[in-house]
């Protein structure tokens, strides 16, 4: 296994489910904890989707909109009990990588933050490796365009001519290191990983003494995350990319979005958008029949798509 990606299916009959060759692992603290944690990402069987499995508590928790619980400052999710928060990278990642089925072992409430990026969890993919299931793969089809907004915010899934996915976004932060930035692309497995999975989760110094008053943010470093101060980026090495800011925004949407349970075929357009209006997004879309359609063979229909269609 050389730990490369198998190419995308373009040509003989539809695209299959994907899953991981093999287990893989890695540890870290939680952003918000401080705690360590260990995460495994392990193959699923074709149909399961990307379940989180609490391995402490026995708890399996589907990766899916429905299972938001909280997405204020991450996207958390929740069942019987029992929660995993930040889990928007590794899941960016795992929909970067085109993984449709696999199961995600923790052992505590929250996914390693490792460098506040979705690299290190797309290198794990990669080292695991991806192989194809006998399943074709069955897409979301946005058919009309659904918007949600928070005051100057908002964020809007809208049909595309194209097949995939189509993704931009606009930020406009006080920081004078961040200042408007915007960017448009279309989400592919190479897009993803040389303009989005490297770009790392981001603040400001006056945040982080916020977040660390309210006892948020204790696994938080200069290791982690972009801190900004004023017109001044205080991390040592400075920025991955002149617009590190809004990749990382898009890379969080990507993440967020793959919590539709499957593939969205549309585009996606955010304007200061972040998980809440990602999450409301998604939720208002399938709250309109009118608004999608499931697209492919009709014999595969995962148990967390039906739970979508309500």
Known sequence: MDGSLPPADHTHGPARRRSLASPIGCAGVGLHSGQP?????????????????????????????????????????????????????????????GVDDAIVEVDGPEVPILDGSAEPFLFLIRCAGVRRSHLPRRTIEVLKTVRVQDGEAW??????????????????????????????????????????????????????????????????????????DGAMVLNPGGLRHADEFVRHKLLDAVGDLALAGAPIRGRFTGHRSGHALNVRVLRALFADAAAWRMSGPREVAPLIIASAAG
């Open 155 to 228: 964020a809007e899934l809208s049909p595309s001519a194209l097949p995939g996915f189509e993704a931009s976004m606009t930020i406009a932060f006080d920081a004078a290191a961040i200042g408007r930035q915007s960017l448009s692309l279309r989400v592919t497995e190479d897009s993803f990983s040389r303009r989005l999975a490297d770009s790392r989760t981001f603040t400001t110094a006056e945040d982080v003494a916020h977040a660390r008053a309210a006892g948020l943010a204790k696994g938080g470093s200069l290791d982690n995350a972009v801190v900004v």
């Open 37 to 97: 944690v260990r995460l495994t990402l392990r193959p699923a069987e074709a149909g399961v989707g990307i379940l989180f499995r609490r391995v402490d508590l026995g708890i399996d928790i589907p990766a899916h909109v429905d299972s938001v619980q909280d997405s204020r400052l991450n996207t958390t999710i929740a069942a019987g009990g029992a929660r995993v928060c930040t889990i928007e990278h590794v899941m960016a990642a795992l929909a970067g990588a």
